[in-house]
């Protein structure tokens, strides 16, 4: 059983202002290997298994200012909504979270068989096999999906289809807030970092697509989200194939690869082996002075501890007030 979550007033944790001047130097943690990049097979939209009875929370917070969450590959929803069980404890007088299923079957992630072997099936947010960033440097942007263009869309409207379906659910639950933000774990967590610089791409173009169309991310929760970020852009069908290949061939002077300029909790587990990673999404992807480093000591997993939980929501807290999202503290 569980341990009960003291619930009571705590003092505040503090969380870091990530400047270039503060972001820790390099460390000697292994850099995991990625698997050698080659295109998806595959015909159509995969289907989505029937998913578990809903997990919603109940009555007042049908109302609340709703946060995305989504699960780390090779989990899904339902896992995600346990791991996640402090955070919400916390979070649930201010938000309503909202649990996401990826589109992809595979197989299980590391160590969750030990724990949740049963609650299958599990799944992905890019095809299994698919090693999503596995060539170009965080330096240079975000990264294709796949290496063709007909073969992105199809991915990236799965990938749309399954947050639609969450967020309409949500909606058929009653709950009526505004969706705010984005929380992500490990693949979930590069999901979110990809989502944001979308719509912000998106409100520069004044193009949103339908999946954004009722939604206005404010920020993201980024646990243990690595670089590169992927291109969720989806392009016109009439387009040409070549001018959809990505990564586009570089200037040769004064190339700035375009950065998150919302704002971005990154949370790093100090004993993560992704580690390396995990610091150069926060160093490449996002501006300098909108991003908040969070560092704790843990591995690769969801922070459970009291003390390490009220870092995060703190500055979870601090940025919704700022944002105006949250007037109550």
Not at 177 to 206: E, T, Y
Not at 262 to 270: E, K, N, Q
Request: charge should be neutral; hydrophobic fraction near 35%.
């Amino acid at each position: 059983m569980l341990e009960a979550l003291q619930l009571w007033a705590t003092p505040a944790q503090t969380f870091t202002p990530w400047t270039k001047s503060s972001t820790p130097s390099t460390v000697t943690l292994p850099t995991p290997r990625l698997q050698q990049r080659h295109e998806p097979s595959f015909t159509s939209t995969p289907t989505p298994a029937p998913a578990p009875a809903p997990q919603h929370q109940k009555g007042p917070t049908l109302t609340l200012p709703r946060l995305l969450c989504l699960h780390g590959g090779g989990t899904n929803a339902r896992i995600f909504r346990s791991q996640c069980r402090a955070l919400r404890a916390r979070l649930g007088p201010y938000f309503r979270l909202v649990f996401a299923d990826a589109p992809f079957f595979t197989t299980p992630g590391p160590d969750v068989v030990k724990v949740y072997e049963k609650w299958g099936p599990f799944r992905s947010w890019f095809p299994p096999g698919y090693g999503v960033g596995a060539t170009g440097s965080p330096r240079d942007g975000p990264v294709p999906i796949c290496e063709s263009a007909s073969a992105s869309r199809t991915v990236i409207a799965s990938i749309e289809s399954s947050i639609k379906a969450a967020m309409a659910e949500d909606d058929q639950a009653g709950a009526s807030g505004p969706w705010v933000g984005v929380l992500g774990f490990s693949q979930g967590a590069k999901m979110a970092a990809s989502l944001l610089l979308r719509q912000q791409q998106q409100q520069q173009s004044d193009r949103r697509s339908l999946s954004d169309s009722s939604v206005d991310y404010r920020f993201a929760v980024l646990l243990a989200g690595r670089a590169p970020m992927v291109s969720l852009r989806m392009e016109d069908e009439d387009e040409d194939e070549d001018d959809l290949r990505l990564p586009l061939p570089l200037p040769t002077f004064g190339f700035i690869p375009e950065t998150i300029r919302l704002p971005t909790i990154h949370v790093h587990g100090m004993k993560d082996p992704g580690l390396p990673l995990h610091r150069e999404l926060l160093e490449y992807g996002c501006d300098e002075g909108s991003a908040r480093l969070i560092e704790w000591d843990g591995e690769h997993r969801v922070p459970i501890r009291s003390k390490d939980v009220l870092a995060v929501v703190d500055a979870i807290l601090a940025i919704a007030r700022e944002t105006g999202v949250v007037t109550r503290y």
